[in-house]
Each structure stands twice: as C-alpha cells, then as structure tokens.
C-alpha cells in the first residue's frame, strides 16, 4: 500500500464523489486487466535497449482514459497532471514517477492499432456495459490551448 499524499488525506473529506470518479470507479472494476495487459505483453518493448519502458497498466489506463474523455495525447497527459480523479485511476505517485509524455502514449496507441488490438478493447468494453445494463455516452473535455498569431489590421 503506498503511502498517503496531502491531496489524498484532503480528497478524502470531501462529502460525496465526482460523476467522473464514479465513473472511473465503475470502469476499474468493470475491466479485466490482467487479461488485457497479457494480451498487450506480448508486443510490447521488452526496454532491452533504449529507455526502460512504462508499465503496460499505466499506458493501458491513459490510453482509455484518452478514448473516454476525448483528448488529444497531449491532452491527457495535462489532464491527468490536472485531476484527482485521472491521476488516481492511473496509480500515479508523483513522488514515484511521472505520467508518460505524449510522444510515449502515441507510441503505445499505434502500437495497438497496429495489432488490432485496440478494436478487441473497444468490443469488450461494449459487451461488459451491455451486461451490466449500461450505456457509455462519450463526453469531452474541452482541449483548451493559447496560441500565438499575429495581429491583424
């Protein structure tokens, strides 16, 4: 068990829970993911050469919470930087590591497109909400960014 954070012991007093905990709360226990992480095992960098890969858990879970919440691969890594209720569906420890970089989600994400696999993850999770009676109505969060352009006259 890893140790309690100032935010977790503040989130913790909270009154109630957010929709999107609820939801990610529901989705943690709805996927089988030791299975999917076997089956992603397989293809993935063994990290004999090169940088020492992330897990296979935490790629999976900021992939699928990209695919929930519509963001960009850039945006997901900002989102979970930004949310409780990301970072802790994630079990990221910010004393521990960082979330992976944008660059390192995109690499992941063709790497399950390119298998198929990604389709196999989009039918289960369709199949499992049919079971339990549920519907998945996809949201998103606005990807919001400044840019610098010039002034017109």
Excluded at 67 to 87: C, H, N, P, Q, T
Excluded at 94 to 115: G, I, M, N, Y
Aim: charged share 35%.
């Amino acid at each position: 068990m890893q140790q309690q954070t100032l935010s977790d012991i503040e989130y913790s007093n909270r009154k109630q829970q957010t929709r999107k905990e609820e939801f990610l709360t529901a989705m943690e226990d709805m996927i089988p993911w030791e299975q999917w992480i076997s089956l992603i095992r397989e293809q993935y960098p063994s990290g004999r050469r090169g940088r020492k890969p992330k897990s296979i858990d935490t790629m999976l879970r900021m992939y699928l919470l990209k695919k929930w919440f519509g963001l960009s691969d850039a945006g997901i890594e900002d989102a979970v930087y930004d949310s409780y209720a990301m970072r802790n569906f994630m079990h990221i420890d910010f004393f521990a590591e960082q979330v992976p970089d944008e660059s390192t989600l995109r690499r992941f994400r063709h790497l399950l497109e390119k298998r198929g696999i990604d389709k196999q993850i989009d039918t289960e999770i369709r199949e499992r909400l049919a079971e339990a009676g549920l519907v998945m109505r996809c949201g998103m969060i606005v990807d919001a960014a400044l840019v610098s352009a010039s002034k017109r006259r």
